[in-house]
């Protein structure tokens, strides 16, 4: 990846870089307003999803995930948005994530593998 610098030889010309840049934010940022995500949350962060859902419900889509223990002390993870098929996949998935301790941690790094392997467009944690 390379970045090419230009530098402005007049005011004129810093405006009109100016104006350039603001363009392109303004069309990044209007692309990035439209998406839509799909969300698998941690346990902790549950909450804060069922929030992101609700203040708007056509940007996001919740899918609870149940995070529990065998007697044995391994996973149980049922990933939401697979039964009766699988919405993920070709959608954008946002994993809000819990990094309190190893045990959560090394749990949710196997649903983000998951969720990697079932075909979705991106991941953002």
Not at 26 to 45: E, F, G, P, W
Not at 85 to 101: I, K, M, Q, R, T
Request: charged share 25%; hydrophobic share 40%; glycine share 4%.
């Amino acid at each position: 990846f390379s970045a090419t610098v230009v530098k402005a030889s007049s005011a004129d010309d810093e405006n009109e870089l100016a104006a350039a840049h603001r363009i392109m934010w303004n069309q990044h940022s209007r692309k990035r307003k439209s998406m839509q995500y799909r969300i698998i949350a941690a346990k902790d962060c549950e909450e804060m999803a069922k929030r992101m859902e609700e203040a708007q419900p056509d940007r996001f889509t919740y899918h609870p995930t149940k995070w529990d223990k065998f007697p044995d002390g391994t996973d149980n993870i049922e990933i939401g948005g697979f039964l009766p098929y699988n919405l993920l996949s070709g959608e954008h998935v946002l994993f809000l994530a819990s990094f309190a301790n190893n045990d959560v941690t090394l749990s949710q790094f196997q649903v983000m593998i998951c969720l990697l392997q079932s075909f979705i467009e991106s991941l953002t944690v």
